[in-house]
């Protein structure tokens, strides 16, 4: 099981080539990310979310991972997972962690210093803790080569308010990065390069992208925390305990399932457990997530 969930998996989209490294993969029960729900509500869906992302007991499959993504001869990285040596009391699974990340990465083709772009979907603290790394007691920029790309409404947002997870994301991995003049602010319609765009998905933070790759007639889209779990396909009207916005973030999913719903869209779930990517297709009077 341990080694199905922590596979390399790659994907080709015309020029452009998506790899996933994962980080850590997470084995929850149903309401520590959906407050009130059960794994019972889910039998419905039992039939297309087992055995990838729902076990036979009733709990959800979490994959933290980041997306290594070649475009021409731009190399890049999007949403940099949780980080080694971070102080996240609330997460004793991502506690001051020791992983072979970056060695990973670098046996990928990527080594730390060979990347043009940092890309962060948003700005909590698993999606940005590869930003840094401790060097002599200090959070230094990983990627020292890179421009790291921020929304600017996120970075807005929360330059003004406080770590809900007790992470210290800003003075971690924000702030280093930003001081050593790395930062680009962007905004949610910014263009990459040619086959690679944002597109704005807010909800679960305000100013939340996602990741739109085109190229020779195909696409993929990289989500993102817009759907932490595939059930919200079918359940976009769940509450996801990370979400700043509950509202905005259900019209987003519907909005996006009805723009990539039933076409040969390639979507990328940046928490969905292996195989992490296929298709939105319609599903009765809903959607489901088919792979």
Request: some cysteine.
């Amino acid at each position: 099981m341990r080694d199905r969930l922590y596979q390399q998996l790659s994907w080709q989209i015309g020029d452009v080539s998506i790899t996933r490294l994962v980080e850590v993969v997470l084995i929850a029960p149903v309401g520590s990310l959906f407050p009130g729900r059960t794994a019972d509500e889910l039998e419905p869906c039992a039939r297309w979310l087992q055995p990838n992302f729902l076990s036979a007991d009733g709990n959800i499959f979490l994959s933290i991972h980041a997306f290594l993504i070649r475009a021409g001869g731009l190399k890049m990285i999007v949403d940099t997972c949780a980080g080694n040596g971070k102080d996240l009391p609330l997460f004793p699974e991502w506690n001051n962690m020791n992983t072979p990340f970056l060695e990973n990465m670098t046996k990928l083709g990527f080594a730390p210093e060979s990347i043009d772009r940092v890309m962060c979907t948003h700005l909590h603290f698993d999606h940005v803790g590869w930003n840094t790394r401790p060097v002599d007691g200090k959070w230094v920029p990983t990627f020292a080569n890179a421009r790291y790309l921020f929304n600017k409404t996120e970075w807005e947002f929360w330059k003004d308010h406080d770590d809900p997870y007790g992470a210290n994301t800003i003075e971690h991995a924000l702030k280093p990065v930003i001081n050593a003049g790395l930062v680009d602010l962007v905004d949610t319609h910014h263009r990459i390069c040619d086959e690679i765009s944002l597109i704005p998905t807010p909800g679960h933070t305000p100013g939340h992208v996602s990741v739109l790759i085109q190229s020779k007639g195909a696409e993929a889209v990289i989500t993102g925390d817009m759907f932490h779990h595939p059930c919200q396909m079918a359940h976009p009207e769940w509450i996801d305990m990370g979400d700043i916005s509950s509202d905005v973030a259900e019209q987003t999913r519907l909005a996006f399932m009805q723009r990539f719903g039933n076409r040969p869209s390639l979507v990328l779930g940046t928490h969905f457990a292996t195989p992490t990517a296929g298709h939105i297709v319609s599903d009765g009077k809903g959607w489901r997530f088919d792979t």
